[in-house]
């Protein structure tokens, strides 16, 4: 006979630091141990105990699971926030090499102790978001910003949408999330910044999304005048002028052309 599977509904958090292994062994250990100080600074900030999180490191970042009676909108509305404030004075001090940027994932449903971690589709779930382009995306279009976070829909509908602890929906952006065999709709914020106006977050809004053809977003690499936000279908736009499904918008040097590969 099968033994009786417990689970348990909780809040879950990924953390992954940006650019991890670009940093040689050294680089590595050192911001590891950043990373750690950052954590606990953080929840200190919020008057958080980080000692009864369950947490699995993973060298670039951790995987938590917050203790029962957690308040979902204290995580979102002020560890989130309290990260990133640590780590920009942290980043200002520090050498380039030593700068460290992350992505943090929140969602929330049943887990299962199991042999090797965790089980459950919830865990599946924010693993995959952490991994999703879109954060990667507002991430790398707010330069001084230190910290991304995407959160589920479900998360989303019942903490975002309801305004709790002073969230304000308005900053979160709505995107289409695929990762290997995972889709599914999520949301992107950046503390102190606001993605839904910037014209450099091409992240898609769904499979409707007309910067998106044969599932990929299609985003510019800005030329030597910083290029222009477009909106296109096949071949047209609503900028200067574009010949063919890749071609080059001349007058603003920005040329199309799919995503690449990212380190992981």
Same mark, same amino acid.
């Given at each position: ?8 509904? %909780?809040? !879950?958090? &990924? ?5 991890? /292994? ?6 590595? &250990?050192?911001?590891? /141990? ?5 954590? =606990? ?9 980080? #000692? ?5 490191? #993973? *060298? ?14 204290? !995580? ?8 990133? %404030?640590? @780590? ?21 449903? @049943? ?16 693993? =995959? @978001? ?10 790398? /279009? ?12 479900? !998360? ?8 709790? #602890?002073? !969230?304000?929906?308005?900053?979160? %952006? %709505? ?13 992107? &914020? ?11 977050? @091409?992240? #898609? ?8 053809? $044969? *599932? ?9 005048? $910083?290029?222009?936000? &477009? ?15 890749? *071609?080059?918008?001349?007058? /603003? ?12």
């Amino acid at each position: 006979m099968a033994p009786a599977v417990q689970s348990e509904r %909780r809040l !879950i958090m &990924f953390v992954d630091m940006e650019s991890y /292994s670009r940093n040689d062994d050294m680089g590595q &250990f050192h911001a590891q /141990s950043n990373f750690q100080k950052v954590m =606990r600074d953080a929840a200190d900030l919020c008057g958080l105990d980080r #000692s009864g999180w369950t947490v699995q490191a #993973s *060298g670039d970042g951790e995987f938590a699971i917050f203790p029962p009676g957690t308040s979902e909108p204290r !995580i979102v509305a002020e560890l989130v926030p309290a990260m990133d %404030r640590v @780590l920009r004075d942290h980043n200002r001090q520090a050498a380039d090499q030593a700068r460290i940027r992350m992505r943090v994932a929140l969602h929330q449903g @049943l887990v299962v102790p199991a042999e090797n971690g965790f089980a459950g589709k919830a865990v599946v779930t924010a693993a =995959r @978001l952490v991994n999703a382009e879109p954060v990667r995306e507002a991430l790398a /279009s707010f330069p001084n910003a230190a910290v991304a976070l995407i959160v589920s829909a479900t !998360i989303h509908r019942d903490v975002v949408c309801q305004s709790y #602890s002073g !969230i304000r929906p308005d900053r979160f %952006r %709505r995107v289409r999330v695929e990762v290997k065999s995972f889709v599914d709709q999520a949301w992107v &914020f950046v503390p102190d910044e606001n993605v839904n106006c910037s014209p450099s977050v @091409l992240v #898609s809004d769904g499979p409707g999304d007309p910067r998106r053809r $044969g *599932g990929k977003t299609r985003r510019p690499t800005a030329g030597p005048s $910083g290029g222009s936000r &477009f909106n296109f279908g096949t071949v047209t736009n609503n900028g200067p002028t574009v010949y063919g499904d890749h *071609g080059r918008a001349y007058g /603003s040097h920005a040329v199309w052309r799919e995503d690449e590969e990212r380190e992981r």
